[in-house]
């Protein structure tokens, strides 16, 4: 079987390279010399003709909120019609297409949503990402996993929020995070394996993934200081109402993920204590 992954120069995409070796198929990778330009729909579909692949993997996004805010042209652009370019070329072959979508897509006004919620984003990121939804959707083979709030070291040239926060610890200095805003956060490894497990079933439809666990960001960077073994009076919290945003942010994003407990039953998610130093070892090694 042949895959091609957009977005493999991404967060996500380098924590995919493993997951998606492991079970032989023949990878196609957009990235570097072989990057296609989602803005250029001439040079997608190309692409796509080119690669050919069984299943597409969409990683690629302007995943950045604040981005997507200051240029919605740009995000719409990337987020949601190259979506609708490569929905229509997977429905027109039969394909298979497993699109990443995120939690941000729902409001925050409700812990613990469900795949049947209606989605009613309030980041402009999040409205792209839902509009994106329902273009993926229109493939009769396709699949929407809502990422929750992935964790981890980053295996490419993009920080991520954990690698600041975890550098700061160890240097010593002391870290704020929010306590009253809560998202189900995943490890950036399990997330990669339960989308290339994802990719290999035969499931269409929406489905969230996320952790168990419902934390806030003090919450979860307590737990990677004690997995971490770095010193917790490190980490602080502060609240919502101490800080200013450019667009308001849903305060209560966590996803109900019985659907993903039940259709991939050998997924283990690690608890957060185990899962970083997991991380550690791996990005170590
Ligand atoms: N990481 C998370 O916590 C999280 C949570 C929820 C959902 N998601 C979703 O998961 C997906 C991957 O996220 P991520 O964090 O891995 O994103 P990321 O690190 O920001 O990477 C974005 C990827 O998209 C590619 N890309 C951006 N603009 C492009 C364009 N015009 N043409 C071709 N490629 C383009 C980038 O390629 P270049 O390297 O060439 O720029 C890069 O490979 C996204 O759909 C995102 O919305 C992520």
Known sequence: MRILLTGATGRIGAYLRDPLNMRGWEVVRWAGSHAVDLTDPGAVSRGLDQADADVVLHAAAISDAETCRRDPDRARTINVEAVAWISEWC??????????????????????????????????????????????????????????????????????????????????????????????????????????????????????????????????????????????????????????????????????????AALLPTLERPPVEEAVRAMARGSAG
């Open 91 to 260: 429905a027109a072959r039969g394909r298979r297409l497993v699109f990443t979508s995120t939690d941000m897509v729902f409001d925050g006004t409700k812990p613990w949503s469900t795949e049947s919620d209606e989605p009613r984003p309030i980041l402009a990121y999040g409205a792209t990402k839902r509009a994106a939804e329902l273009e993926a959707l229109k493939a009769p083979d396709s699949v929407v996993a809502r990422i929750c709030l992935l964790y981890g070291p980053t295996l490419c040239d993009r920080e991520t929020f954990y690698d600041k926060a975890v550098g700061q610890l160890r240097a010593g200095a002391p870290q704020t995070f929010f306590d009253d805003e809560f998202r189900t956060p995943l490890d950036y490894a399990t997330a990669a394996r339960a989308l290339a497990m994802l990719a290999a079933s035969d499931f269409r439809g929406i489905v969230h993934v996320g952790g168990a666990e419902r934390l806030s960001r003090f919450e979860l960077m307590t737990k990677v200081a004690r997995g971490l073994g770095l010193d917790g009076s490190l980490v602080r919290s502060n609240s919502r109402a101490e800080a200013s945003f450019s667009e308001p942010r849903p305060a209560d994003v966590s996803l109900d993920t019985s659907r993903l």
